[in-house]
């Protein structure tokens, strides 16, 4: 039995089942829980009286197709079933599968006191079955896409000499009813077919548009099941990850995103930091990319740009690198703003130690784009990786960027890529799983 915290003063449209702030009389879930038959919620206080409101696991067209961020970030629909004879203080049976949040009102009608906010932790509770939890199942497209690209992934591990291998995943965007739980599955199934040395997030694990608790929910969860595979999890910094997207009231600090997305201190100010991969002769630098409060919020302080040069210059000689940030330093590239403040000046600090000392920078990642683009236009390439998301549309594609159709319940549906990489020559492959394809970068 997990008890339920609820939000004070917090009640429920009855129209779509959104959150109402502010509203006097009601307390409510926040989080909407994924229920199945036989799970139940409890009443825990006789001072009280709840009701369940239940939301159809569908996803609708537009939100996969069309670009635009859901309310709530809730990939269901509203089935309308909350009315005033819905509260009650009996014990409520989840039929079918089904999402839900609950919602509580005082039995004597009053509106909320202080005392009622003391206890909103421990006035209701959820009793799910013990059965095994959805999407921990392997669903059978993607069960051939694992066979067939664990025997690529080997395959080029055995023709490098001491390859390093990195799992690259972007642009998850958590949603409720979302695809995240398949692709978690999918990369834990990888992660026990073929070797890797780490996995790198590129940013924007959520929407950022809820409220600080959840979206550290929802982020921890992605991290936690990524670590799942008993691989180091590295976490690039992107443009949604400090929660404040259409949320200002919810914006996390410096310190908070620190302890959120678990990066090490590295950098005073900044969420920027490195790992070395010694037994390879590599370094991994890892970049935010954002900040909503400068005129120019895409882009780089001069105080990274500082902490890049000793990022670099600290390293053993003929150390190589490889740079991750969640947006490309390159403008002209990006999805959205067309200037990316120290962006030239970045790319020169790293063209400027490319070969000084015997250092060797080996490519720079990036998301952001949800979509496939490698920029030559420098002495490294710059590799976009597409969101593992569901979703496909047109608007803000940078020029000459690749956009893979995706469709749900097929192995289009998720997108992320294995880089190996052959640290005395620099040669990279990228293997795609799902949609997209395989890229060999020179």
Not at 110 to 119: F, G, I, N, Q, S
Not at 201 to 229: C, Q, V
Not at 255 to 275: A, G, N, Q
Request: with cysteine.
């Amino acid at each position: 039995m997990e008890k339920i915290e609820l939000t004070y003063k917090c009640g429920l449209s009855r129209k779509d089942g959104t959150l109402i702030p502010n509203d006097e009389y009601y307390m409510t879930l926040e989080e909407q829980i994924q229920g199945m038959p036989g799970d139940r919620v409890l009443l825990l206080d006789k001072d009280y009286v709840f009701a369940v409101a239940l939301y159809f696991p569908r996803r609708l067209k537009k939100l996969i197709y069309e670009y635009g961020y859901a309310k709530e970030a809730n990939w269901t629909i509203y089935s309308r079933n909350v009315d005033d004879e819905s509260f009650s203080d009996a014990d409520f049976v989840i039929r079918k599968d089904r999402y839900f949040r609950v919602v509580v009102i005082r039995r004597d009608g009053r509106p909320l006191t202080e005392a009622d906010r003391k206890k909103v932790g421990s006035i209701v509770a959820y009793e799910p079955m013990e059965e095994k939890r959805p999407g921990t199942i392997v669903r059978p497209w993607f069960r051939r896409e694992i066979e067939k690209k664990s025997v690529e992934i080997e395959k080029i591990q055995m023709s490098f000499k001491n390859p390093l291998t990195l799992l690259l995943v972007a642009d998850s965007h958590y949603t409720v009813n979302g695809t995240w739980d398949d692709t978690a599955t999918n990369i834990n199934e990888m992660a026990k077919a073929v070797h890797y040395d780490g996995i790198v997030h590129l940013g924007d694990l959520t929407d950022g548009m809820l409220s600080k608790g959840l979206t550290e929910k929802y982020a921890k969860k992605i991290i936690s099941d990524l670590r799942n595979t008993g691989c180091p999890v590295y976490v690039t910094i992107g443009n949604h990850d400090n929660n404040y997207f259409k949320n200002p009231l919810h914006v996390y600090s410096k310190e908070e995103m620190r302890d959120v997305y678990e990066i090490p201190k590295c950098s005073k100010d900044y969420l920027d930091y490195y790992v070395d991969f010694k037994e390879y002769g590599i370094r991994l630098i890892f970049v935010e990319s954002f900040n909503n409060n400068r005129f120019f919020r895409y882009g780089y302080d001069m105080a990274q740009l500082m902490w890049l040069k000793k990022a670099i210059k600290s390293a053993k000689k003929g150390t190589k690198f490889l740079i991750f940030t969640h947006d490309t330093p390159d403008g002209r590239y990006d999805c959205i703003s067309v200037h990316t403040l120290n962006g030239k000046a970045f790319i020169k600090i790293l063209e400027h130690y490319n070969g000084l000392n015997g250092y060797k920078i080996l490519g720079l990642f990036y998301g952001h784009t949800h979509a496939d683009f490698v920029s030559k236009d420098y002495e490294f390439p710059m590799v976009s990786v597409n969101s593992c998301k569901l979703e496909f549309f047109k608007k803000f594609k940078p020029r000459g960027a690749v956009r893979w159709y995706k469709q749900e319940n097929s192995v289009k549906q998720d997108s992320w890529d294995t880089l190996i990489l052959e640290p005395e020559t620099g040669r990279m492959e990228l293997v795609r799983f799902g949609a997209g394809e395989n890229r060999h970068i020179n």
